[in-house]
């Protein structure tokens, strides 16, 4: 069971998402962001599973996937990673943009993920940092092909109280 | 859920413009915790109240505070509604890497079967 915990600055406009999972290591954690192929099984909001159609997993590098959406529509996204301190820390660059991984300006802006990988004393965990550099883009970010997402999300809303509780 | 801005973007604009300057920040933090006026605000800093009455002009602008004239005092309280639409986003996103975290952790379970 991930025990998920978060801290939000609504001023600095800054979400910091922790899980922590029992008896894994940091290592297996970091196979979820290193793999291709399982990246691309949590990635996707559910609806939109995500194919990731390059993942050069270095620096720099720059992977590029889509999300495929129930009528068949494809929105292409790109990362950039800056950082790569195996198995510590990531930082990437995600954005939206088209099939080759190009920025698309009439997309939301980039964001920035920082993500830190820690061993805990039952297991591992990570942090996800995610910097936006306006409200808008955040809106923007929110709105862009996350809304099925978002309402499957709701539905497991008592489940994550439940975790929530475990968590001091 | 789709959620939309009720802000346009000049507003949004002059929110960040407004939360750029740590002195602006740290006055809003002291009117979030409690209602206070430009003259109590003002003890705070090393600055002349001319420069404070302008940083509050500022997030006065922004939507950030508003300011009531109370006898010779000018009461500066949060507006919390700009705030409110800040955190309402962050609650969304942070359901996205909810649900992303339960996807990784069915990963990782049938790693373990």
Do not use: C
């Amino acid at each position: 069971m991930a025990h998920i915990s978060s801290v939000k600055d609504t001023e600095a406009l800054t979400l910091t998402v922790t899980a922590e999972f029992d008896g894994q290591t940091v290592e297996r954690l970091w196979r979820l962001w290193a793999d291709r192929e399982q990246l691309q099984r949590w990635w996707g909001p559910p609806g939109w599973p995500a194919t990731f159609t390059r993942h050069d997993f270095d620096v720099p590098g720059t992977s590029i996937y889509f999300m495929q959406g129930p009528e068949g529509d494809r929105h292409y996204g790109w990362w950039r990673f800056h950082e790569i301190a195996m198995p510590e820390r990531l930082r990437i660059e995600d954005g939206f943009g088209d099939a080759e991984g190009n920025p698309d300006p009439e997309m939301p802006e980039s964001g920035e993920m920082i993500v830190d990988f820690e061993p805990t004393d039952a297991g591992a965990r990570f942090s996800i940092r995610s910097v936006f550099s306006s409200l808008e883009q955040l809106d923007a970010l929110i709105e862009m092909g996350q809304e099925e997402g978002m309402k499957l999300a709701l539905g497991q809303v008592d489940e994550i109280l439940a975790e929530d509780a475990q968590v001091r | 859920m789709v959620v939309r801005s009720e802000l346009t973007d000049a507003e949004v604009d002059a929110i960040f413009q407004a939360l750029a300057d740590a002195t602006r920040r740290d006055i809003l933090a002291r009117v979030i915790e409690r209602e206070q006026s430009v003259s109590a605000i003002a003890e705070r800093y090393t600055m002349s109240f001319a420069a404070v009455q302008k940083h509050v002009a500022v997030l006065e602008r922004a939507l950030l505070v508003t300011k009531e004239r109370r006898g010779r005092e000018q009461i500066v309280h949060a507006h919390p509604q700009s705030i409110e639409h800040a955190r309402r986003l962050l609650d969304d996103y942070e359901r996205l890497w909810r649900s992303r975290i339960h996807r990784m952790q069915d990963i990782l379970d049938e790693g373990n079967a």
